[in-house]
């Protein structure tokens, strides 16, 4: 019987890293035997941007994306691949072009989670647009900026409604802080966001398809540093919590390769952003939790093509509202229901299940290649590629230290 051939494609803007250890893996990974008793073999391809014919076909069974956010061209050949083809996609590019950061906030606040009081306000300067131009002079309501701040109360956050990695994100404590962060703001459409005062940890969560890696997150800090190897900062409610709300996040709008980032106060657990279309998963920024990102996207992919899951362009938000209106539930309880209706979207019984028999070896092959000559030769290229000559010999030991940390962890 001939094996069965399957192609991911990789759809990547400047990255080149963790696509390198990715390709690596999965070539190691070879033939798996499927639930069907045949064998597969995923191969991954790196997808170019050109002319396509709408009714030709395409040869990927799943596509990683890490460009059609920005990229308008990959975006409608995705959109064409995945409503005439039918192939799998990570992630939907029909509800991140449409719901981003603002629909996700007011979903979640629908849902009863913990959103700080958010604000969104018209743009100070109209976009260059006559149509613009006009309805905003005929149509546009003079309002006053410290009152809306006064109502949500200083401090507070300006940040874009659709933005990412922190570009245009200021703290306001006062009207003047205001003031300069909204003219500054220009053409970019931005919520006021109360601040979340008082805070014990940062919490960034990290999800890929129904696994989820919870980590101790320094904004503050520069990139290389943000990320804190601790595994016991938050407590087991609190962390069940984050993990819920990353995976209900995911699950109600389709994202399978995403973000979260919620502050916690004691077991109170507030998500501020959760919608991120290509989430942070650099070798210079992750380090230790770089191994566990590869495995999770490995293992996902995998399970995906060998298994033929298939995609789902539709949401079935009415079910999390029926959770979310039935006042005879406490927030735990609904908390719980969510979760329920979110594992079911993700399988995670028939994943566990497949991991376990058919991607055993994965960890080993995960281990082995980190412990590889190959992999500190992708480690030295990255560091060289990312940080200035002079700084290479600390950035190198830094980086390699975090790694030989994770090994270790491993070998207990």
Known sequence: MADVEHTIGMLLGTEDDWPRAYEALLRRVGLVTGPDGRTHRASPVRVTIEPFNLRYEPKHDLVIDRLAYWYYHPREWLKKIALMDGVYLLNSPFTFQSMEKHAAYCAMMRLGLKIPETVLVPFKNPLENSRWAYTAARYNTSFDLEATAASIGYPLWMKPYDGGAWVGVSKIRNADELHAAYDASGERLMHLQASVEGYDVFARSLSIGPETMVMKFRPDE??????????????????????????LVNAFFRWEFNSCESLVRGDEVHPIDYANACPDVSLTSLHYYFPWAMTALLRWTVFCVVTGRKPRLDTDMSSYFAIADDTSLSYAEKLAGYRTLADDYFEVDRYREFCDKHLSNVDEIVYDWVVSDEFRSLLRETVRATYPVHEHEKFLAHFGGLIDAWIRDQER
């Open 222 to 247: 520069p990139m290389h540093a943000r990320y804190e190897v601790d595994h016991n900062f938050l407590s087991a409610a609190a962390g069940d919590e984050v993990v819920t709300i990353s995976r």
